[in-house]
């Protein structure tokens, strides 16, 4: 039986031979929370082992960040740091790998003013700008990978003992990551080849629009001209595999900014701004969000709606499968990371640019001209289930099933 250690050191090597692929005399950059402590060390001596030339990071604390929004001044919210600007800004243009490490309560700004939480949501959007566009271009590897925190494991396994609870929640991400296999490297190889089968089907395809219907769901969604699907594995510009997500089971193209019409509900909770938004329902006009109705979180979601310009539209548009690892193993985790794969999703906000033909090398007024959304902010959620189907519609108005009762119908 493979032990904990074993698994937590098949984890790190993956996330940094296979999410970053670190390439000798690179430097990385780790945001985490100090929950995850141990797990950014291994990652740490994992990725000097494999030839980092420095790795830099950046710590955060659960507990810091509420006593903020609950004691800091108001005009603070509207703030963000020069100085972390022009490090993640620096590191980028340097070359740098960057990973996330995932751990927050989703209730951790639970009771907040959503003001609050918007102004600083805002702030950090409008300041990484610059940032963000390194990322949605393929310009530097990067990865989302996340780690335990006590809060977290409480929320996901209320009805595991406390002092398992934590286990319980590793065996999960474990599993999901294939960290629990013998060759994981191998594991993940595999699947990035089995996801770009529906990759290579679905750009021969070329749809012209998409149209969900659910019980709850009844949406259109045009692509642009020139649209690509893309899944698992990316390249960035320097030619170098990386993994942005660990896990990943979508595949996943760009709406075209004003073609989105109907209405759309979601399926499974938001974790956003240390809020859960649960029960809720989306409807667009002319790719226009009009209005949203929640029955947990409403004024946080509205508030995120308000961000810019292009939060009130679509950015992305991903497709998975209900039977797919994450949503076979019935856990509801709280956390986007997961459950957006484990479900068909959304994202409010900015599509990213390599998911166009020439995307990559675009100006933004050229990927404003091709229909393809921009904003300060990319929130992801979910709205498949057992009970969607999917039609793909050709240009001349030809429908074909993409999915039938929440699964691939090819």
Not at 191 to 207: F, P, S
Not at 225 to 240: F, I, Q, R, T
Not at 265 to 279: A, R
Request: aromatic share 10%.
């Amino acid at each position: 039986m493979t032990s904990f250690d074993e698994k937590l050191a098949r984890y790190a090597e993956l996330t940094i031979r296979v999410g970053v692929n670190i390439q000798p005399g690179q430097q990385l950059y780790i945001a985490a929370a100090i929950d995850s402590a141990p797990f950014v060390r291994l990652l740490t001596k994992k990725a000097y082992e494999t030839g980092a030339q420095q790795v830099h990071v950046d710590w955060a604390d659960d507990t810091i960040s509420r006593l903020r929004f609950e004691l800091a001044p108001e005009d603070s919210f509207s703030q963000y740091p020069a100085w972390k600007v022009q490090e993640r800004e620096q590191l980028a243009e340097q070359g740098a790998a960057f990973i996330s490490v995932v751990s927050q309560s989703p209730d951790l700004l639970a009771g907040i003013d959503s003001k609050r939480i918007a102004a600083s949501q805002k702030a950090t959007g409008q300041a990484l700008s610059k940032y963000r566009q390194y990322v949605q271009s393929d310009k530097i590897s990067w990865t989302v990978v996340a780690a335990p925190s006590e809060k977290w494991a409480a929320k996901v396994f209320p009805d595991v003992a406390k002092e398992q609870q934590v286990d319980t929640l590793w065996d999960a991400i474990f599993k999901a990551v294939r960290a629990d296999l013998d060759q994981p490297i191998q594991a993940w190889a595999e699947h990035d080849r089995l996801l770009h089968t529906k990759v290579d089907y679905l750009n021969d395809k070329k749809y012209a629009k998409l149209h969900y219907t659910s019980p709850k769901t009844d949406l259109e969604v045009a692509l642009p001209k020139g649209h690509l699907w893309c899944g698992a594995g990316s390249l960035n510009e320097k030619g170098d595999a990386f993994m942005a997500n660990m896990p990943t089971e979508e595949v996943f193209t760009v709406p075209h900014k004003t073609g989105v019409n109907g209405y759309v509900s979601s399926t499974k909770p938001l974790s956003y701004g240390g809020n859960i938004i649960d029960d809720f329902k989306v409807t667009f006009e002319n790719g226009k969000i009009v209005d949203v109705t929640a029955a947990q979180g409403e004024d946080v979601l509205k508030q995120l709606v308000a961000t810019d310009e292009g939060s009130h539209f679509l950015g992305e548009v991903a497709l998975v499968p209900h039977q797919s690892p994450i949503s076979d193993s019935n856990i509801l985790f709280y956390n986007t990371l997961f459950d957006e794969n484990a479900s068909n999703h959304f994202a409010i906000g900015s599509a990213y640019a390599f998911c166009i033909e020439g995307g990559k090398s675009m100006s933004s007024e050229d990927l404003l001209d091709h229909g393809l959304n921009q904003s300060i902010t990319h929130v992801d959620f979910m709205v498949g289930s057992p009970e969607m189907d999917i039609d793909g519609i050709l240009a001349d108005g030809t429908r074909e099933p993409i999915f039938r009762g929440g699964n691939w119908a090819f």
